[in-house]
């Protein structure tokens, strides 16, 4: 196309119509060859006709290089206006990809950061069938039963069983508490150690703490069917192993070691720290402290390892859980 564009300027007289023939000649190329390359240079605007009929004569090259830049530029813009439309699309399918998955995860999964917020989220739960909780409890709750939290739900039939520490048993207040509960329809039951609060609506939500170490952190609530399955599997494990604390026959103590002293030993057979300990336990470490002197003393071990050591091994030392205790 160039050469022709160049040979008319040079050769203006080789426009005419009639001397295609020796225009094609001039160039070394067919006549169709010829014409293709004048009609490009037609749309383009290089080749113009002049006033004189059936002539036509090339425009100055800065003229029409100037116009072909300002035609390349605006086609380049086109282009950039499409690729931003392209990447406003693209843009837009991931954004709306994104939320899908957050919608799809937040229907699952609910992180509720700070206590306060945990609680207002547990206030607008309303359970149909059940609630079973394990609970660390540093406190009694309102004697009051006007104004106890789980009477509303308790006398709309809903079934609650809650598992506590033995430690929270021994707080003042506490068999008062669970009498009141289990007159209202609820059910309690006692481990030597819960491991962390747990709260399951019916069997579709599972309510457990961010840092298990740290109430005030805020709270997870999975609605997962597997994570909620797994949760359950875990509560009826451990209710199945507790002791109903209104059995008073299950409470006596006929000689060995009560159900705390036994967990104390276990957890220190799997290497847990002294404040591991007291947290499991839910008592103090000077709490700690004392049933490990009781057990050192009577068995005789010198120390925290020998006093591991001899509570791995089954019945040494008199070290066997109360009869019934369920440990």
């Given amino acids: 196309m160039l050469a022709v564009y160049r040979t008319l300027l040079q050769k203006p007289e080789l426009g005419r119509g009639s001397?295609?023939?020796?225009l094609a000649a001039e160039l070394h190329q067919?006549?169709?060859e010829t014409a293709r390359d004048l009609q490009t240079l037609r749309e383009l605007g290089f080749l113009v006709p002049s006033w004189i009929?059936?002539?036509?004569?090339?425009?100055?090259?800065?003229?029409?290089?100037?116009?072909?830049?300002?035609?390349?530029?605006?086609?380049?813009?086109?282009?950039?206006?499409?690729?931003?439309?392209?990447?406003?699309?693209?843009?837009?399918?991931?954004a709306d990809l994104a939320n899908f998955l957050v919608q799809r995860t937040t229907r699952d999964v609910e992180i509720l950061e700070g206590r306060a917020l945990a609680n207002q989220r547990m206030q607008r739960f309303k359970p149909k069938k059940s609630i079973w909780g394990i609970n660390q409890a540093d406190r009694v709750v309102n004697m009051d039963p006007h104004v106890l939290p789980d009477r509303p739900h308790l006398e709309r039939g809903i079934e609650i069983r809650y598992l506590y520490s033995e430690a929270f048993w021994k707080r003042p207040g506490a068999p008062e508490f669970v009498h009141l509960l289990t007159s209202l329809g609820g059910t309690v039951r006692i481990a030597?150690?819960?491991?962390?609060?747990l709260v399951i609506f019916d069997d579709e939500s599972a309510v457990m703490?961010?840092?298990?170490?740290?109430?005030?952190?805020?709270?997870?609530?999975?609605h997962s069917r597997a994570v909620v399955r797994l949760?359950?599997?875990?509560?009826?494990?451990?209710?199945d192993r507790a002791m109903d604390p209104l059995n008073e026959e299950r409470w006596a103590k006929e000689g060995g070691i009560n159900a705390q002293e036994a967990e104390f030993l276990r957890l220190l057979v799997h290497g847990a720290t002294d404040e591991q300990v007291a947290r499991k336990l839910g008592v103090s470490m000077r709490t700690v402290r004392r049933i490990a002197a009781k057990l050192s003393e009577q068995v005789g071990a010198s120390g925290r390892f020998e006093l591991g050591v001899r509570g791995g091994s089954a019945g040494v030392g008199g070290l066997a859980p109360v009869p019934g205790s369920g440990w």
């Avoid at 282009?79 to 392209?86: F, G, T, V």
């Avoid at 030597?192 to 609060?197: A, D, E, I, L, M």
């Avoid at 703490?209 to 999975?222: E, L, N, Q, R, Y």
Wanted: glycine fraction near 6%.
């Fill in 30 to 32: 067919t006549e169709n």
């Fill in 192 to 197: 030597p150690s819960v491991p962390f609060r």
């Fill in 53 to 94: 009929e059936g002539v036509e004569y090339p425009l100055d090259p800065s003229l029409t290089f100037g116009r072909l830049a300002a035609r390349r530029q605006q086609e380049i813009e086109a282009l950039s206006n499409e690729l931003r439309s392209d990447q406003l699309a693209a843009d837009r399918f991931t």
């Fill in 231 to 239: 949760a359950m599997e875990l509560f009826l494990s451990m209710w």
């Fill in 19 to 22: 001397r295609l023939s020796e």
């Fill in 209 to 222: 703490g961010i840092d298990p170490d740290d109430h005030t952190v805020g709270a997870v609530v999975h």
